[in-house]
T-cell receptor
Framework: GAVVSQHPSRVICKSGTSVKIECRSL??????MFWYRQFPKQSLMLMAT?????????EQGVEKDKFLINHASLTLSTLTVTSAHPEDSSFYIC????????????FGPGTRLTVT | GQNIDQPTEMTATEGAIVQINCTYQ??????LFWYQQHAGEAPTFLSY????GLEEKGRFSSFLSRSKGYSYLLLKELQMKDSASYLC??????????FGAGTRLTVKP
């Protein structure tokens, strides 16, 4: 199957700082990328969907000014958590689909964010 | 709104068969997925159903009834490594995939 990578895998930052997480599709062009957040022992919650070259569509309750998503190329999307707070500590997972994929959606390995 | 429900936890014995149910109510339907997730890792794809019926893939099978808003994942010949969370997800319309809370399966010797 196709491969999606995320970087970094783990990050610790101080409250009030910003953190950028990268999501890359390594062997296909990702026309659509999805960002999920997962708190301990809970399921994945969709945060936003982004199509290459356009603005991301955010789910209700997700602050677009706090979680900045950029999908500038067909292989890269970034999520920037601005002015991070301890409650933003979570597991962030990206997922990607290509234009030729009928139903497949491939997940990255996730990024564990801890805000101190 | 939408609802995707599955049991929180299940326990089964090594070598046995277990069925994990999922019911859903969504504004549209464009396919149902089952994923396996080990703690601290990303989900891995198990199965996809868009038409009614049973899809079999090795030890894993998945069933869908669209009229009932119901699916199940059947795991046969359970192995200890099958201990994980199993996530039911529905693509309601377009590309958005939404997940249930997950079922934590524990396989005991």
């Amino acid at each position: 199957g196709a491969v999606v990578s995320q970087h970094p895998s783990r990050v610790i930052c101080k409250s009030g700082t910003s953190v950028k997480i990268e999501c890359r599709s390594l062997d296909f062009q990702a026309t659509t990328m999805f960002w999920y957040r997962q708190f301990p022992k809970q399921s994945l919650m969709l945060m936003a969907t982004s199509n290459e070259g356009s603005k991301a569509t955010y789910e209700q309750g997700v602050e677009k000014d706090k979680f900045l998503i950029n999908h500038a190329s067909l292989t890269l999307s970034t999520l920037t958590v601005t002015s991070a707070h301890p409650e933003d500590s979570s597991f962030y997972i990206c997922s990607a689909r290509g234009s030729t994929m009928v139903y497949e959606q491939y997940f990255g390995p996730g990024t564990r964010l801890t805000v101190t | 709104g939408q609802n995707i429900d599955q049991p929180t936890e299940m326990t089964a014995t090594e070598g046995a068969i277990v069925q994990i149910n999922c019911t859903y109510q969504t504004s549209g339907f464009n396919g149902l997925f089952w994923y396996q997730q080990h703690a601290g890792e990303a989900p891995t794809f198990l199965s996809y159903n868009v038409l009614d019926g049973l899809e079999e893939k090795g030890r894993f099978s998945s069933f869908l009834s669209r009229s009932k808003g119901y699916s199940y994942l059947l795991l046969k010949e359970l192995q200890m490594k099958d201990s994980a969370s199993y996530l039911c997800a529905v693509r309601d319309r377009g590309d958005d995939m939404r997940f249930g809370a997950g079922t934590r399966l524990t396989v005991k010797p």
